[in-house]
């Protein structure tokens, strides 16, 4: 994978930005969590209620995770890769993961503030494209917390089909801040 604007290694500083960490943890919850179900489960659609299976919910978030990861001039959400593997093998996004990781490991603090312009789909009524300017650190928040987000969804599909994940899986970080304020 390709890294955007780096320009010192995350392994020469001495602390890790949140971003960074916050995008390690939401990682490690889904590989943790695919490691607690098997591949029957992670194909399985829970109809009527849920229309896509938990493998299809791994490659949506993996999917905004790896547009960010290879972009080169400008990050492009609209880059899908539905039937890709990582919907129907368990491995597959187990590797995928993995590989982010690494990835992340090698972006420095000094990276998360560099301005990366991001082309997106705005509308349902018709196809409309906007671009708009970020920044590294600013995306990689926003692919952690969609993750978190499916997370919650991929919960719901696990429960119906009898598997109990972890309380924090799909849990924001401000409602987790939340609940350890009660």
Known sequence: MKTIHLNEKASQRSSVSTIILGCEEVLNQGLDFLESISQIDYVAVCTPHMESSIGEHFRHWLDLFHSLATAEDKVDYNIR???????RDI????????????????????????????????????????????????ELSFVALHATHHFAMIKLAASMQGIRAVSNFGVAPSTASFRRSQ
Do not use: F, P, Y
């Open 81 to 87: 890769r539905r039937g890709h593997a990582v919907e």
């Open 91 to 138: 491995e597959v996004a187990k590797k995928e993961i993995a590989m982010l990781n690494k990835w992340l490991c090698d972006i420095s603090d000094a990276c998360l503030g560099a301005v990366i312009q991001v082309e997106l789909e705005t509308l349902v009524s018709k196809k409309a494209i906007d671009e708009a300017s970020s920044t590294l650190g600013r």
